[in-house]
């Protein structure tokens, strides 16, 4: 997904954009997906009792709550105002704010820790946003990200990208080109990003497991209705041709079936890496 050379402003309006219409169904959908990277992420980041923490791309919240559970501050903050109302309503009291990944209004050496879940699939830089993160830390403090894996391991989004290139589906045009979706799913390619932002004592690894639906409608009402840049790859297509990838995609998903419905298999990247003390 993604091609052609980028405009990575245009990229920042389409993601932003997509995501004020998205909030409520992702958080319906993908949240428990998502939700069960954040103990490992709140982990490699160290974060305890009295850590500040940074939640870059917060969505609905869920990092910075937890942050605040184990005795942390918190600030959440993401690009799309939507998100913002909806994890103020869903945590009251906790501070989120209207906020650019790739600019952070936040003086050096504000946090202790940084998180980001599922955030540089959606940038347009994500050298300036790691460089930003590692900006705003303090010296000691730990960056911690996570990004899908490869799509012939995180089915939950494999499914449809296989589902494209059977239908012969080409971008749309009105689709502002972004970096390769599964960039980062590479090992040395997460490293790599992490190592530009000046940060050492680097882990990538790797955490699978499997999401239960009641049947491929609401594996595609959840994607379609919960996400950006995989959506519009389909809803942007002529009508024949989203017949044939919703055709595809219903013969793909059944290698997936249970008596119960479908188990799909979830496979992620989980990064991290510690600004130097010296």
Not at 46 to 69: F, K, W
Request: glycine residues 10%; negative net charge; contains cysteine.
């Amino acid at each position: 997904m993604g091609q052609g050379s980028i405009d990575p402003e245009a990229f920042r309006e389409f993601e932003a954009a997509g995501w004020e219409k998205a909030s409520d169904a992702y958080h319906r959908f993908f949240g428990p997906i998502t939700g069960r990277l954040i103990p490992p992420l709140l982990d490699a980041a160290r974060v305890g009792p009295g850590s500040r923490v940074l939640d870059v791309a917060t969505g609905p919240g869920y990092v910075a709550a937890q942050a605040r559970q184990r005795g942390a501050s918190a600030v959440g903050i993401d690009i799309a105002h939507q998100m913002v109302a909806l994890a103020r309503r869903l945590h009251p009291g906790a501070d989120f704010r209207h906020g650019n990944a790739e600019e952070l209004a936040f003086p050096d050496a504000s946090f202790d820790a940084v998180i980001g879940n599922f955030v540089l699939l959606h940038l347009g830089r994500p050298e300036q946003a790691a460089a930003e993160c590692a900006r705003v830390l303090v010296p000691g403090g730990t960056v911690a990200f996570s990004v899908w894996d490869v799509p012939e391991r995180a089915r939950i989004l494999g499914l449809f990208v296989d589902a494209i290139q059977a239908a012969e589906a080409t971008p749309p045009a009105d689709i502002p080109p972004g970096p390769p979706f599964f960039r980062f799913s590479s090992d040395e390619e997460f490293a790599g990003l992490l190592e530009s932002a000046g940060l050492q004592d680097i882990s990538v690894r790797g955490i699978a497991f499997t999401h239960h639906v009641a049947g491929a409608e609401e594996l595609w009402r959840g994607v379609i209705d919960g996400g950006v840049r995989t959506p519009a790859m389909i809803l942007r297509q002529s009508p024949d041709t989203q017949r044939r990838i919703r055709a595809a995609f219903e013969r793909l998903v059944q290698a997936h079936a249970v008596e119960t419905g479908c188990e799909i298999p979830v496979s992620v990247k989980l990064a991290s890496g510690r600004k130097p003390t010296g």
